[in-house]
């Protein structure tokens, strides 16, 4: 079982995004029972709390519901995964703040990495702006996601078998 983590920083935007569009993408490629998603935040704002609406309405325009409530990211994350994705680099440094020893570098990387049509190199916090932000950061996350399963798929084929 491949376990994937998806973070950003307040785990209602745009991890619980990724997450939800990967489940969308692993049901439809019948991979329910070799790969498993979920998403933090690296701060605790929003503990509890469902996926923002407006991220949740530019998803449903996909036929994707988001589905969740935010959690905190926790230093046994880097045990329980085996890839975690940072939706920015402040994510991604918050992220390895918690790995004083840098054991887990490795695991962690920048969700931008698997884009296959986007060429930039973080997903962009929606949260303050308008409805074409959500828009987008789902448009970008459907491709960065996309590249992922792939990803898992060919160059991680011991977690699959």
């Known amino acids: 079982m491949t376990k994937l983590l998806f973070v950003c920083l307040g785990n209602i935007c745009r991890s619980p995004s990724a997450e939800n569009i990967m489940n969308h993408l692993i049901k439809k490629a019948d991979l329910g029972d070799r790969i498993t998603c979920d998403s933090a935040g690296t701060a605790g704002y929003h503990i509890g709390s469902p996926p ?6 530019a998803a449903r325009k996909r036929d994707i519901e988001l589905l969740g409530a935010a959690r905190k990211f926790q230093r046994i994350d880097f045990e329980n995964f085996d890839l975690i994705l940072a939706m920015d680099r402040d994510n991604y440094r918050n992220i390895l703040a918690l790995d004083n020893a840098g054991k887990y570098k490795d695991k962690v990387r920048l969700m931008c990495d698997f884009c ?9 916090d929606p949260y303050y702006g308008g409805p074409e932000g959500f828009d987008r950061v789902i448009d970008l996350l459907l491709d960065a996601c996309e590249g992922l ?3 898992v798929i060919n160059d991680e084929p011991k977690t699959l078998t």
């Open 52 to 57: 923002d609406s407006r991220m949740a309405m």
């Open 116 to 124: 296959r049509i986007y060429d930039l190199k973080e997903v962009p």
């Open 149 to 151: 399963l792939q990803y």
